[in-house]
C-alpha cells in the first residue's frame, strides 16, 4: 500500500513540474512573439542566463582606445573609414535583434556617409603612393606665368617656347583613401609658428619651389619676409647663388626654407689655404648645416641621389670619408653602396634626435626618376613625348621604387615621403627640349615643368602634416 502512494504522489510531483516548464516554455514563446507583454514584464536581453551571445575580450572601454576611437571619427573621411578595419583588433560581440544582424552582415548592404563618419573605426595607414592619375580640370593650384616672385624660369615652362600644357590637369588619387584638397589657409594654420626645411639636391629646390607657389597661390606676395640671413643662407663673395633660402609667412610666424646638399653629408676641405681644395665627404655624418639648425624645423624633407655618380664626385671634388678615414674598400666604394651607406646613416641620426626634439616630423623623399631615352643628358638622350599618362596611370605595387631608401627609414620613426612611381608615369612632365632662350641641343628629361608633379609630392606631405 506504502509503495502504490509513494509512486502516485512522485507521479503527481513530475506531472506538476512537467507542467510548470510547459507553461514557461509558452510564456518565453509568447513573450518573444508578442511586444505587448513587454509593457508587462523586463526586456528578455535583461536574462543573461538566456542569450546566446558571449561578449568577447575587448579594450574598448580604455582610455587609450576611447582617445583613438574618438581621433579616428573626428578625422577619418568616409572614404577612409571603409578602408580602416583590421583583423589585429578583436571586436566586441554585440547582441542584435534578428532583423538588425540580418542586416549589418548583408555583403552589398548600402551605408550612408553619415553612418560611416559616425561609425568609430580603427584607422588605417594610408599608403598615398599606391593609386592613380586622374584628369582633374582644377588643376593647376597656381599660374607658372605668375609665380615669378618664387619660381626660377628656367623651371617655368609658360614662359618658354612648349604650347602643350595638358600635364598640368592632373591629380593623383591614392588607392583606397582620401587625400585632402590642399588649402593655402589651411596649410599655415597648420604650420603657424613652425618651420619647414626641406635639404637637398636641385630636385629639392624643386619641390621648395613648389611649396612656395602653392602656398601663395602663385601671387606677388610682398608682406612675406626673406630671413635667410637668420640661418646663414646668404650669397657668398662670387656664388652665383646663396646656398639656399629661407621665407617668413609673418601672419602666422611660418618659415619655409631650402637648403643646398646634394648628399646630405657633411663636407670638410683638405687643405683650407688651396682655393680648389679636395673635400672630404663623411658618408656617415649629416651636413653641418642640419646639425646646426634640426633643434628650429618642426618639418624636414630629405633627399638624395642624382649626383651618386663618379662625374659627378670629380667635378665637386670629393673623396669618399667614413669612419673619419678615407674609404679604400672596394666593394664599400661602389656608388649604390656609397649612397646606401648614406642614407642609412643620416635616417639613423634623425632618428636618435627625435626624442630630443619631440615636435620634429621628418621625412625622406625618394628618388625623382629620370627618363632619357637613346642616351643620357650629354649624349642626345631625349624626352619628347608630350602625351600624359602614354605608359599608364595607375602605381598597383606596394613596396616602392626606391628600395634604398625604403630600406634606410625602416625601423626608425622617420617617414618614406614615397614619390619615384607615381612620377615615374609622367615622362611628359619633363622640361625637355624647352627652354628660355634658343635651344642648347641638350634636354632636360630630369628636372620638371612647374606647375608640374613635383606639386603632387607637396600634396602628399601636406597629407601626412
Known sequence: ???????KVRGSKLSLVLTALMCTTLVIWAWEKTPALSVIFPPLERFDILSPVVPAKTSATSSDDTHRLASADKNLSAADEMESSSSNETEPVLSLPASESSATSTPNNSTSDKDLKESPMQEKECNYAKGKWVADTRRPLYSGSAC?????????????????????NFRWQPQGCVMPEFSRSDFLRRMQNKTIALIGDSLGRQQFQSLMCMVTGGETSPEVEDVGKDYGLVKAPGALRPDGWAYRFPSTNTTILYYWSASLCELEP????DPATHYALHLDRPVTFL??????????????????????????????????????DGELADMRNLKNLTLHSIAKWVDSQLLQHPQLKAFVRTMSPRHFVNGDWNTGGSCDNTV???????????????????????????????ITSLSQLRDEGHISKYTLKASTGMQDCLHWCLPGIPDTWNEILYAQI
Not at 153 to 166: E, N, V, Y
Not at 270 to 273: G, I
Not at 303 to 328: C, D, L, V
Open 1 to 7: 500500500m506504502k509503495g502504490g502512494i509513494l509512486q
Open 291 to 328: 646639425k646646426q639648425h634640426l633643434c628650429r624645423f618642426d618639418v624636414l624633407v630629405l633627399n638624395t641621389g642624382h649626383h651618386w655618380n663618379r662625374e659627378k664626385f670629380r667635378g665637386n671634388r670629393w673623396e669618399m670619408y667614413a669612419g673619419g678615414m678615407p674609404i679604400t
Open 388 to 418: 600624359p599618362l602614354a605608359g599608364g596611370s595607375e602605381v598597383l605595387q606596394d613596396r616602392s621604387s626606391d628600395p634604398v631608401a625604403e630600406d634606410a627609414i625602416k625601423g626608425t620613426s622617420v617617414t618614406l615621403l614615397d
Open 270 to 273: 683638405l687643405n683650407k689655404s
Open 148 to 168: 615669378k616672385q618664387w619660381l626660377s624660369g628656367m623651371w617655368a615652362c609658360r614662359l618658354m617656347q612648349r604650347t602643350d600644357f595638358s600635364y598640368e
